[in-house]
């Protein structure tokens, strides 16, 4: 699990196919983030969680099977291409942005970008169905960062950025048109689950004295 408080902006180094993936080398920069990096870790790469086959100082690399490159943007990975990266939270650790788990629900679109003194006004169409899981100034990840939703409107969400969060992830390089990884909120699609299954759009608990009971609590 991941907070999607971005500690380093990489760059790839290599991608290499792999049968029906490839395996990308990526560098990092901050030895205080990732110099203690080993093999099975999780590592999230622009919001996908990806595992660490191999690492040697300064350097991973991860394997990204075909699934992962139908649901996100690594597919289009190059030599140099900029990402965003994060390292699985531990239990101590502060959570300075959201729950993120690194499964990237979608890929949506930059449509408008719109300058606002320092900071940037970003609105990312997205494809239909996914309108129950977002709401205004609720959380969402875009390429692995946490950002808060400003505006919505269907199949449309509009996010306000910072100076600190352009000047410090790969946020800035967006412009009309590229495209980027999207997860949504995990407790906004439970709710949106629950609600889903439950005839009456009501979410009813089934827990009650004689389900307790059953379960062997007295």
């Not at 990526?26 to 999780?42: K, P, R």
């Not at 191999?54 to 649901?71: M, N, P, Q, S």
């Given at each position: 699990?991941?907070?999607?408080i971005v500690k380093d902006v990489g760059a790839v180094a290599v991608t290499t196919p792999k049968g029906g993936g490839i395996r ?195």
């Amino acid at each position: 699990m991941f907070t999607g408080i971005v500690k380093d902006v990489g760059a790839v180094a290599v991608t290499t196919p792999k049968g029906g993936g490839i395996r990308l080398r990526i560098n990092y920069t901050s030895a205080d983030a990732f110099g203690d990096l080993a093999v099975d870790e999780s590592v999230s790469v622009n919001g996908a969680c990806q595992t660490v086959v191999a690492c040697g100082k300064g350097w991973f690399e991860v394997d990204t099977i075909a699934e992962t490159l139908k649901k996100t943007t690594l597919g289009a990975f190059r030599t140099a291409a900029k990402v965003n990266l994060e390292r699985a939270v531990r239990p101590m650790d502060r959570l300075g942005g959201h729950f993120v788990l690194g499964h990237v629900d979608c890929v949506g679109r930059v449509s408008k970008i719109i300058e606002v003194g320092e900071s940037r006004m970003v609105s990312i169409a997205y494809p239909p169905g996914f309108d129950a899981w977002i709401v205004p100034v609720g959380s969402i990840a875009i390429d692995g960062v946490s950002l808060t939703v400003a505006e919505v409107a269907p199949s449309l969400l509009t996010v306000a950025l910072i100076p600190y969060t352009l000047g410090n992830t790969t946020i800035a390089g967006l412009r009309e048109g590229s495209e980027v990884n999207l997860e949504f909120d995990i407790l906004g699609k439970y709710i949106a689950r629950q609600r889903h299954l439950s005839p009456s759009g009501q979410t009813e608990s089934r827990i009650s004295e004689t389900w307790l009971s059953e379960q062997g609590f007295s």
